[in-house]
T-cell receptor
Framework: NAGVMQNPRHLVRRRGQEARLRCSPM?????VYWYRQLPEEGLKFMVY????????ESGMPKERFSAEFPKEGPSILRIQQVVRGDSAAYFC???????????FGSGTRLTVV | DQQVKQNSPSLSVQEGRISILNCDYT??????FLWYKKYPAEGPTFLIS?????DKNEDGRFTVFLNKSAKHLSLHIVPSQPGDSAVYFC??????????FGTGTSLTVIP
């Protein structure tokens, strides 16, 4: 029973490129959450999705960031035209409906050079 | 706006002694609180939780205490073991849509 799978584990992008981070939730989990951890900080909520719906994106930067959770396939967090300040660890979590118990993936560490 | 605060970035404890990690929050609407444990290069792992209708929840060596009037949460680990060395995050929510995390406390248990 695989946990939350995130890939890639490490991603290096040059400034101005696009970054795509993938998250496959645990089997049976229909809720996906993305969090970002900047150096020396705690995890900050970005977006909450269910299949084909964005439920809460109050933590997403207004520009360059987007997320989706299609009917088939993993959830994608997309960052366009990356800048150095986007360098962080991006964690995805999933849960069953109505369950506060998140399960986190191991994260994707994005480095913008 | 940091709604959940962990004011101690680090804590060192001798093996076998008690570890006490503290967390303060500002939002009186929070009704569910959790502690996560995180090892380097891994995602946070759920440890223990408590709802606002309780003031204590215990699971083995781990006990979480909630003082709503003080808006204060603490995690007690007893006895502490070297394998407990990790970063501990507290988190709170009032909707379940998003959790507000503290900045973490790095616990080192000295053998």
């Amino acid at each position: 029973n695989a946990g939350v799978m995130q890939n890639p584990r490490h991603l290096v992008r040059r400034r101005g490129q696009e970054a795509r981070l993938r998250c496959s939730p645990m089997k049976g989990h229909s809720h996906v959450y993305w969090y970002r951890q900047l150096p020396e900080e705690g995890l900050k909520f970005m977006v909450y999705l269910q299949k084909e719906n964005i439920i809460d994106e109050s933590g997403m930067p207004k520009e360059r960031f987007s997320a989706e959770f299609p009917k088939e396939g993993p959830s994608i967090l997309r960052i366009q035209q990356v800048v150095r300040g986007d360098s962080a660890a991006y964690f995805c979590a999933s849960s069953r409906e109505g369950n506060y118990g998140y399960t986190f993936g191991s994260g994707t560490r994005l480095t913008v050079v | 706006d940091q709604q959940v605060k962990q004011n101690s970035p680090s804590l060192s404890v001798q093996e076998g002694r008690i570890s006490i990690l503290n967390c303060d929050y500002t939002n009186s609407m929070f009704d569910y609180f959790l502690w996560y444990k995180k090892y380097p290069a891994e995602g946070p792992t759920f440890l223990i939780s408590i709802s606002s209708i309780k003031d204590k929840n215990e699971d083995g060596r781990f006990t979480v205490f909630l003082n709503k009037s003080a808006k204060h949460l603490s995690l007690h680990i007893v006895p502490s073991q070297p394998g407990d060395s990790a970063v501990y995050f507290c988190a709170s929510t009032n909707t379940g849509n998003q959790f507000y995390f503290g900045t973490g406390t790095s616990l080192t248990v000295i053998p």
